[in-house]
């Protein structure tokens, strides 16, 4: 059997839009899902039943019973990844399904070394060695997983049937698109799912997930305001990084850069998360053409976001 289709789960904003979420909802529709960028300075949260599970560099599929893979494009921790795996083994997932590409780079402790003494301070990042691991991948002195990591964890390199592809950060944090250099070290659009070894020919849907606020965990300049309203954003919202447990700044959702996001990733829908940390704070407010605008209501926010975002369906995702 070969690939019969692909579709690519996406942030189009800074990260932390709840793309865990989504695709928790749709990974048992899929036999294989994978991730295709990043590591463990992802955090996603979804829950299963009851069961709250928060996955780094293992994607969502593992609590799905489905082939969960770690692409080549991705950099592994391995005390890291082993403290997931046996985090997910305590949850009752079979960690036999989690495979990972034997061409994938491998942090080491160095690159943390690294990570922590210079860039944490200077560009915010998450500490976990990601720039420094993907720096010695370009420079062509890494190691690969096919070096270290047990050949039962090892991936075939096959796919077939219906495949789901997890981004990890967002289109603003691309290092090809993103406000560089307040940037991670990877490529996060869809078409950065093709390093898994199938052609950009098989991409069938690409689902867009945002937030209607926008927020940022880690250093950026644009994000600028810190007043009483977006603090009550925040602390409803629950603001605060899974991976690094640092508080997020809060902005208005910027209309302007969404759709930028959207046409260029190339989004066929878009899950807009959150709306009802707005209504809780009843607060009702978005840039469009590079000025704030105010609404009274969540159903005029919603309206006029649907007024200028026309070619894509958006699905209103309210629920936590
Ligand atoms: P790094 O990926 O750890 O090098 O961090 C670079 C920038 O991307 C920092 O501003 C981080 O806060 C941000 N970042 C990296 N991963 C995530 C994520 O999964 N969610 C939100 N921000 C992230
Ligand atoms: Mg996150």
């Known amino acids: 059997m070969s690939i019969e289709n692909v579709d690519v789960i996406f942030g189009a904003s800074w990260g932390d839009e709840g793309k ?6 749709i990974a048992s529709q899929y036999d294989y899902v994978c991730r295709f960028n990043g590591g463990s300075n992802a955090g996603h949260t979804f829950y299963v039943g009851n069961k709250k599970v928060v996955t780094h560099i293992v994607p969502s599929g593992i609590a799905f019973g489905k082939p969960s893979i770690i692409g080549p494009n991705c950099v592994v921790c391995v005390e890291d990844f082993f403290s997931e795996v046996a985090e997910l083994a305590r949850l009752n997932f079979d960690v036999k399904l989690i495979k990972i590409s034997p061409k994938a780079h491998i942090v080491q402790k160095k690159h943390k070394e690294q990570d ?5 301070a200077t560009l915010g990042t998450t500490s976990k060695g990601i720039g420094p691991c993907y720096a010695d991948r370009a420079l062509r002195v890494g190691t690969r997983a096919c070096e270290i990591i047990p050949a039962d964890y090892l991936w075939d390199e096959k ?10 950060q967002s289109f603003w944090l691309d290092i090809n698109q993103g406000n560089y250099p307040y940037v991670t070290s990877s490529e996060c659009l869809p078409y950065a799912s093709c390093s898994l070894g199938f052609s950009p020919k098989k991409i069938n ?4 997930v945002a937030k209607m606020y926008d927020t940022r965990s880690g250093t950026d300049p644009y994000f600028d305001l810190d007043d009483e309203e977006t603090k009550l954003v925040a602390k409803l919202g629950n603001e605060v990084g899974a991976t690094t447990g640092r508080p997020r700044q809060v902005k208005w959702l910027n209309l302007d850069k969404l759709a930028h996001a959207l046409d260029k990733a190339g989004a066929t829908m878009l899950y807009l998360n959150k709306g009802d940390i707005l209504e809780q704070a009843n607060i009702f407010k978005l840039y469009f053409n590079s000025e704030l605008v105010v609404f009274k209501t969540m159903d005029e926010m919603k309206s ?3 007024e200028k975002i026309t070619d894509i369906q958006i699905v209103w995702d309210f629920q936590p």
């Open 205 to 208: 849907q690409i689902f867009a």
């Open 116 to 120: 922590i003494n210079t860039y944490a």
């Open 159 to 168: 796919l077939e049937g219906n495949v789901l592809c997890e981004g990890a």
């Open 304 to 306: 006029f976001i649907q």
């Open 20 to 25: 865990g979420k989504i695709s928790a909802r």
